[in-house]
């Protein structure tokens, strides 16, 4: 009986000992901690961190293909940049090319008009050169276009003449100089106004009433006269060309030309009365002095 017990007893502890050996058998592990998830800190200013992603974001990104151009664009810059310059300095050159031919072509150098005007305006005043003229025109029984003798004309001119005129040859000078074949009494009448005095305004108004210049030939009649009498400044004589590429061309203005600008600019129309030939001869297209 006792025996019997004593085995039930040692059956019974078996499984446990077997259970305690199998335990210690195992090593002993932990278990993993599950990972922490980060919290997102705060801004410790108003300039808050996540906003500098989003700048970036919205940055447009780098282009490298333009910059193969860059060079291209420079030099056609350059080179467009010095074509202005050659183009303005063509046209300069060719303006200054016209005003030099009509210096060239002046009976009186400038110092030599204004000797000759300052030496006798004492005494012929533009009422006395309007009163001379006048004069040898009705002795001569010519009108402005009429052909007249250059020797006869002065012998004319000295009788209504206080005094001998200061520097005549200068006059012969510019007589002989604008000679046709034919010289027109009213060019010698211009020429006789390179010794008048007074300002250009009266001279101007005297000239359109000695010349009777009532329509618009008479008028360009006396414009040329002035022209080839060196009495408007060779600038006035250029205008543009009919070619502006690849610079601009320039050309010589003739007298109905400038007659026809001046009439634009103080906008009268015929026929003119002795103020109008003087707005014309003093207006800025024309610049008679």
């Known amino acids: 009986m006792t025996a019997m017990l004593l ?3 040692a059956l019974r502890a078996r499984p446990l000992a077997a259970r305690r050996r199998t ?15 980060a919290a997102p800190r705060r801004a410790l200013s108003s300039a808050a961190p996540a906003a500098a992603p989003a700048a970036a974001a919205a940055a447009p990104p780098d282009d490298d293909g333009w910059s193969k151009f860059v060079p291209y664009a420079v030099m056609s810059a350059i080179g467009g940049l010095g074509f202005w310059f050659w183009r303005a300095s063509t046209a300069h050159s060719n303006r200054d ?5 009509v210096e060239e072509e002046q009976p009186l150098a400038s110092d030599e008009r204004d000797t000759l005007r300052d030496a006798n305006a004492t005494f012929l005043q533009p009422e006395r050169f309007e009163s001379v003229a006048t004069s040898v025109l009705r002795v001569l029984n010519a009108d402005a276009g009429t052909p007249v003798d250059y020797v006869e004309f002065c012998g004319v001119c000295d009788r209504y003449l206080d005094r001998s005129i200061e520097g005549g040859h200068l006059l012969d000078r510019c007589a002989l100089h604008v000679a046709s074949p034919n010289l027109e009494a009213g060019l010698l009448v211009v020429v006789l106004s ?5 300002d250009s305004v009266e001279r101007a108004a005297c000239l359109g009433r000695a010349l009777a210049c009532e329509d618009r030939p008479a008028l360009d009649a006396l414009v040329d006269w002035l022209v080839r009498t060196g009495q408007v400044r060779p600038s006035k004589q250029v205008e543009e060309g009919d070619s502006s590429l690849p610079a601009q061309t320039y050309a010589r203005r003739g007298a109905s030309s400038l007659v026809g ?9 015929g026929p003119f009365t002795a103020a109008d030939v003087a707005a ?3 207006s800025k297209a ?4």
């Open 7 to 9: 085995r039930r007893a």
């Open 23 to 37: 335990i210690a058998a195992r090593p002993l592990t932990t278990a993993p901690r599950p990972a922490l998830i």
């Open 97 to 101: 090319a016209i005003i030099a031919s």
């Open 194 to 198: 390179l010794c008048a005095g007074g």
């Open 261 to 269: 600008a001046a009439l634009d600019e103080v906008g009268i129309e």
């Open 280 to 282: 014309v001869l003093t």
């Open 286 to 289: 024309v610049d008679y002095h």
